[in-house]
Structures are given as structure tokens and as C-alpha cells.
T-cell receptor, first 115, second 113 residues
């Protein structure tokens, strides 16, 4: 158990809809990262928050947004969903701001299926 | 444009033998490399890492080798055990992009009894 909790585990929705994925980091971790893994692809970095502030942005679509709340949990909002958004979405956390040698601790992911 | 490539989608190895997983990269700004292991229905977990100033790092049965001139790293598992069957991801920390991790597509390792 990594200590990172993601909900829900599975989500099935229709094109055009909006969903929210939730992540609770390990106790004491200040950074939260969101990753997308499509079929047979590596993990694509979406966005990182550190202590409530956006720290780094990857290939995140404009239809996607995220935030980190004062209690350090994070939500990833996906809107105007398309079939291609179907993927496994991982949340990870780390103790500090994400130095090169910092380990990431991953949740078990949310499997999103857009029909 | 894949900056981190794991060219073998899968690898099958006999239990007790050595498993060698390979990873190639293109960006000379990568300064730290990590291997993560992933079991089905779980998130990746950290396995071992290496700084670009080193060429080898060992942790028990796991050794990572880095060849900077060839922009190549490899993970050796000796001896391979059934519990090592998993997907292995290579990741590189990009100094030029705020240490953002760039990930390979993964190699599925199957240990045969």
C-alpha cells in the first residue's frame, strides 16, 4: 500500500460529459502529480501541484484542469470528454517539490472509459 | 517524439537466470534515471535509480547500469524470481524541464518457472 488513495477506481461515462477524479496523497507529502496512461503507452505527465500551487505543467489539455486543496488532496477535472480520453489516470505524491531523486508514490489509478 | 524508449514490449526469462531490461534516451539534459515496477491493478512503485554522474548502482538483486555516451541504461535482475513478473518502466528526470519525469512505455517481464 503506497498510502496514496484514488477514487473512483473505475468510471464509465459518455462523450461530452465532465468527470472529477480525486486523490489523497500520502500523509505529509506536499506534492501531487497527475499522469495519464493510454493503452500500451508510457505515463504522460499532466500536472504537478506543490503545497497548493501549480508547480509544473505537462501535456495537459485545456479541457482538463486540476487543483490542490488546503488539506493537500487534489482533484483532476476532465470536461467535454472524447473517446480518446479513455485511459488510466494515476495520481502520485512526493514529500517535497519534486527534486530529481525524489521517489514518487503512486495510487492504484482510475480507469476512465468514455463511450 | 519519444525521448525515453523501451524497445522491448515484453521479455520472458527462466526463473533463476538474469533478466536484462533496456532503456534508451535522446536528451542529454536528463540527469537522473529511475526504474519503477508495476503489478496489474496497482500503481508503479519505485525500484532503483541512478544519477548521471555514476555508471552503476546496485540494490540487492537489482543493478542499474548507465552508459552516457550511448545514452543507454539497463536494469539487471539476478537471479530472477517469479515475483519479478511485472511491467518495468524506465523514467528520466529532465533538468531542463524542472525535473519533470519522462517515461518509457514499459517492458513486461515474465519469469517462467
Amino acid at each position: 500500500d503506497s498510502g496514496v488513495t484514488q477514487t473512483p477506481k473505475h468510471l464509465i461515462t459518455a462523450t461530452g460529459q465532465r468527470v472529477t477524479l480525486r486523490c489523497s496523497p500520502r500523509s505529509g507529502d506536499l506534492s501531487v502529480y497527475w499522469y495519464q496512461q493510454s493503452l500500451d503507452q508510457g505515463l504522460q505527465f499532466l500536472i504537478q501541484y506543490y503545497n497548493g500551487e501549480e508547480r509544473a505543467k505537462g501535456n495537459i489539455l485545456e479541457r482538463f484542469s486540476a487543483q490542490q486543496f488546503p488539506d493537500l488532496h487534489s482533484e483532476l477535472n476532465l470536461s467535454s470528454l472524447e473517446l480518446g480520453d479513455s485511459a488510466l489516470y494515476f495520481c502520485a505524491s512526493s514529500t517535497y517539490w519534486g527534486a530529481a531523486n525524489e521517489k514518487l508514490f503512486f495510487g492504484s489509478g482510475t480507469q476512465l472509459s468514455v463511450l | 517524439d519519444q525521448q525515453v524508449k523501451q524497445n522491448s514490449p515484453s521479455l520472458s526469462v527462466q526463473e533463476g537466470r538474469i533478466s536484462i531490461l533496456n532503456c534508451d534516451y535522446t536528451n542529454s539534459m536528463f540527469d537522473y534515471f529511475l526504474w519503477y515496477k508495476k503489478y496489474p491493478a496497482e500503481g508503479p512503485t519505485f525500484l532503483i535509480s541512478i544519477s548521471s554522474i555514476k555508471d552503476k548502482n546496485e540494490d540487492g538483486r537489482f543493478t542499474v547500469f548507465l552508459n552516457k555516451s550511448a545514452k543507454h541504461l539497463s536494469l539487471h535482475i539476478v537471479p530472477s524470481q517469479p515475483g519479478d513478473s511485472a511491467v518495468y518502466f524506465c523514467a528520466a528526470s529532465d533538468l531542463g524541464s524542472n525535473y519533470q519525469l519522462i517515461w518509457g512505455a514499459g517492458t513486461k517481464l515474465i519469469i517462467k518457472p
